[in-house]
């Protein structure tokens, strides 16, 4: 690990990104602003893309470890294009998981799920909004108190504002693609995650998906 300056943060990077997953090189970048370091990536599979690379999750033990609790309990937006090819472990395979706020997608009703206190509560995207095989921009907001929207390429899905639970601290490094038991894998392939300490606009969640899309 090694320091970067911000001004090295890959794009796209909105004010407030404090993590971020750059595939758009064939150098895969985890980036944690956080603390303002480089992590190289392990633990999935680097495959080359239309415009870069992306990483393949086998839906298996596949993860990436991040040490810390990025999410925390304050206001976040997480960002990333997914392509699914299966739902993974226990049909829930997880996009990211702290062990108390994760982001899945889950076979029953082919959604994204949010829970911010390990499902006591959760928020679903609306049913069907998940294509296997197909490309999608997500983007889950969560406010401090637990207020979730889910957005797939750019439009809102699902109940407006749902309750996710009282945010809680992580109880787990943050994992992506996996959960820290290793049984909760994501099948599919996992592009230009970022996370941002603060709610998205309606407008910026278009443009990032606007901006992106020739990507994928």
């Given at each position: 690990?090694?320091k970067?300056?911000?001004?090295?943060?890959?794009?796209p990077?909105?004010p407030?990104?404090?993590f971020?997953?750059?595939?758009?090189?064939?150098?895969?970048?985890?980036?944690?602003?956080t603390?303002?370091?480089q992590?190289?990536?392990?633990?999935?599979t680097?495959?080359?893309?239309?415009?870069?690379?992306?990483?393949?999750?086998?839906?298996g033990?596949?993860?990436?470890?991040?040490?810390?609790?990025?999410p925390?309990?304050?206001?976040?937006?997480?960002?990333?294009?997914?392509?699914?090819?299966?739902?993974?472990?226990?049909g829930?395979?997880?996009?990211?998981?702290?062990?108390?706020?994760?982001?899945?997608?889950n076979?029953?009703?082919?959604?994204?799920t949010i829970?911010?206190?390990?499902?006591?509560?959760s928020?679903?995207?609306?049913?069907?909004?998940i294509?296997?095989?197909?490309?999608?921009?997500?983007?889950?907001?969560?406010?401090s108190?637990?207020?979730?929207?889910i957005y797939i390429?750019?439009?809102?899905?699902?109940?407006?504002?749902?309750?996710?639970?009282?945010?809680?601290?992580?109880t787990?490094?943050?994992?992506?693609?996996?959960?820290?038991?290793a049984?909760?894998?994501f099948?599919?392939n996992?592009?230009?995650?970022?996370?941002y300490?603060?709610?998205l606009?309606q407008?910026?969640?278009?443009?990032?998906?606007?901006?992106?899309a020739y990507?994928?």
């Open positions: 690990m090694y970067i300056p911000r001004t090295n943060a890959p794009y990077t909105l407030g990104c404090v971020a997953l750059d595939t758009r090189t064939n150098a895969v970048k985890l980036f944690d602003l603390r303002n370091i992590v190289n990536v392990s633990g999935a680097s495959v080359a893309g239309l415009y870069g690379n992306n990483l393949l999750f086998n839906g033990t596949n993860r990436l470890g991040t040490a810390g609790d990025i925390g309990t304050g206001s976040v937006t997480i960002e990333a294009w997914i392509k699914v090819s299966g739902f993974g472990g226990g829930t395979g997880n996009l990211i998981n702290n062990g108390k706020l994760a982001v899945n997608v076979v029953t009703g082919a959604k994204l829970t911010s206190n390990n499902y006591s509560n928020v679903n995207s609306a049913d069907n909004a294509t296997l095989g197909s490309w999608h921009h997500i983007v889950i907001t969560r406010t108190a637990g207020v979730a929207n390429n750019g439009a809102q899905s699902g109940t407006a504002n749902g309750n996710s639970g009282t945010p809680a601290a992580g787990t490094d943050t994992i992506i693609g996996n959960r820290n038991a049984d909760k894998g099948q599919g996992i592009k230009n995650l970022n996370i300490n603060r709610i606009t407008a910026e969640i278009t443009q990032l998906y606007r901006q992106s990507e994928v």
